[in-house]
């Protein structure tokens, strides 16, 4: 028998933080503990609190009866259970979360790192730094990326642009040439403008900017047409996927990319992110993992066309302040726990207290 306990813990931001489409002051992890015996594993999302809910009133029935060995098939039990509920969004990262805890859980029985359980492909995954909110000041995107490129030795760094839904172009630029300027000429520059821009915008501000690399979601992700365009328009890679919430999506998605992107915590947990990365691979793509660093670690070292995974500031922060046995990148990669089963973290509950929400 399994049990589920879901909670929320809302933790402000160390500053505000903003992109092209959205602003916050705080982020929201939801944390899924699946128990059998005396084991317990590991999973979470960031999305709203109601997300508990949806754990214990419509998944933990179902999957209290299946076999802690079988994640596969409490997913799908999980998947027909909220078929009237609607599957994308707080459905979807509720499934995602309960699904990595049952995978975390299968592999402290079997006591077994969870990249050996899966089958690991790589030792190691590459990561890009990731923040440079469009709320920071110079100053602060300067210390931000001197430590991911200087300190971390990270060579790859991405910022925020589109601020005010593409309203500021000029100071989008400017921000990219500071960007350029402080981490020099060998480390690829990235850009998200979390679809702040129309088509024709984003293929002027890639056609600006100073040697972009890499440039997500320059339109809205619902806008596959044009994705599509600036992608065959710009000489950078395109990327997007992040809101991904099923393998259909990506049917939808593939042709209109460079390298798609998933995340394990919204897509269906590993069950479907494993999925998403064997259909990627069948279109000669790369996969990149979105956020939550400590739960794709494992997952993308057992992922062939791995290409990186995103170390995200708010991310980071969050699961080294929660979790003990947080990783560390260096000289650009990280290193899945080969010394602990399962994903190698235990929760600081006792730390955690304080965030929670009811």
């Not at 059998?36 to 999973?43: C, F």
Request: aromatic share 6%; hydrophobic share 45%; charged share 25%.
């Amino acid at each position: 028998m399994i049990e589920l306990t879901a909670a929320a813990y809302t933790i402000p931001t160390d500053g505000p933080e903003a992109d092209g489409t959205l602003a916050w002051t705080s982020t929201t992890l939801v944390l899924v503990e699946a128990s059998s015996e005396e084991w317990t594993g590991l999973g979470w999302t960031y999305g709203p609190a109601a997300v508990a809910g949806t754990v214990t009133a419509l998944l933990a029935p179902v999957v209290r009866d299946t076999g802690a060995l079988d994640p596969p098939g409490a997913h799908e039990r999980m998947c027909r259970a909220v078929r009237n509920a609607g599957r994308p969004g707080v459905c979807a990262m509720a499934i995602s979360a309960v699904d990595c805890a049952l995978w975390d859980l299968k592999a402290r029985l079997l006591g077994l790192p969870l990249h050996r359980l899966l089958g690991a492909v790589h030792d190691e995954v590459p990561v890009y730094g990731s923040g440079g909110f469009t709320t920071d000041d110079h100053a602060r995107l300067r210390d931000q990326l001197g430590n991911w490129a200087g300190d971390l030795g990270i060579p790859r760094v991405k910022i925020k642009i589109g601020e005010a839904r593409g309203a500021r172009t000029g100071r989008d630029l400017e921000r990219l040439r500071v960007a350029r300027e402080v981490i020099g000429p060998d480390t690829e520059l990235y850009a998200d403008a979390n679809g702040a821009y129309n088509a024709k915008q984003a293929v002027r501000v890639a056609e600006a900017a100073p040697d972009l690399r890499w440039f997500e979601e320059p339109v809205s992700s619902d806008d596959v047409a044009g994705l599509r365009a600036v992608r065959d328009a710009v000489p950078c890679e395109v990327a997007a996927g992040e809101y991904g919430y099923d393998l259909p999506y990506y049917v939808r998605l593939i042709d209109a990319v460079d390298c798609p992107q998933a995340d394990v915590t919204r897509v269906g947990g590993i069950t479907e992110f494993l999925r998403v990365a064997a259909f990627a691979r069948a279109h000669a793509r790369d996969l990149s993992a979105h956020c939550a660093p400590h739960l794709h670690a494992a997952v993308m070292a057992a992922v062939p066309n791995a290409r990186h995974i995103e170390w995200f500031h708010d991310h980071v922060r969050i699961e080294s302040m929660l979790f003990d046995g947080a990783l560390v990148p260096s000289g650009g990669v990280v290193r899945p726990r080969d010394d602990a089963p399962g994903i190698g973290l235990e929760f600081r509950r006792r730390d955690a207290e304080e965030y929670r929400v009811a």
